[in-house]
């Protein structure tokens, strides 16, 4: 299925492991150009190098460019200039995958008002800033692709993970906001909402889990996929092929939703 993306433009954000650079290595291998960032610079240069590598190989050595920026996604005038000499090198961002690291697990007694504060700048600023600086662009070209990554926290709360389970709802409020104002201007914004993926954001929460209950490490992943119908942890290279068909030309009458990817683990029926 030719999704449309050769050509396109893409920053994705937070890329250099997990989620983001699975989608930079698939939007690549699509024939887009794709600018990455992340804070750590030496894994973001390996990330670079095979996101290269798997456009070249699509492309018979003849793939998209890729750009790399060592940033914080919470720093509003890195990601500004960032998003600035894009908008100059490349006359516009045509796909925008909004993402960054989750905020520390813990249970309310636990967390203090500066780890809320850090919460929201992370999870919920940074999403808005993108956005804020992104979209207008889109929307005067007439045509834009934005995909937030969220978590299953949105629709059930998680154990111990109180601030993604009250900061990613309003993350989704803005996607189905942003959805009305883009969509007149040929703009959609979704959402995607993971479950339980093999990353190292879910090694951390392994980790959490066996300090507060002394557990093993296979208990944890016994008592999480009991709960999974799937029975087993997602790739992140499958929650990528959501966001690429979202991102892609065949979705354009989809946007203002939240897409799953959960192995069947959220039990609601909407
Ligand atoms: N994996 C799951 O099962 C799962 C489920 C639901 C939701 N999520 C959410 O999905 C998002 C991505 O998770 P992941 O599993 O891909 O995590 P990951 O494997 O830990 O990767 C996180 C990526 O984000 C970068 N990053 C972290 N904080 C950043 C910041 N402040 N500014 C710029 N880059 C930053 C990291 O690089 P640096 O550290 O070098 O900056 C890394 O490249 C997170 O918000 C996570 O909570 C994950």
Redesign the pocket.
Known sequence: MDLGLKGRTALV?????????AVALQLAAEGASVAI????ES??SEAAEDVRAAGQEAYGGAGGEVVTRA????DGEAVAGFVADLEKDWGGIDLLLV????PPAGTFAELDLDQWEAAYR?TLESAVRLCRLVMPGMMARRWGRIVQ?T??SVLQPVENLLL?SVMRPAVHALTRNLALEGGPCGVTVNSVA????T????ERLITKKIELTGCTRQDVLDDWTAEIPLGRLGE?EELAALVLFLMSARAGYITGQCLVSDGGWVKGTF
């Open positions: 954000t937070a890329a250099s492991r997990g989620f983001g650079r960032c992340a804070r750590g894994e973001l940033m914080d996604v919470t993402n960054a690291g989750g992370l990554i978590s299953v993604s993971p479950g339980f993926h990353t190292s954001a879910v992140p």
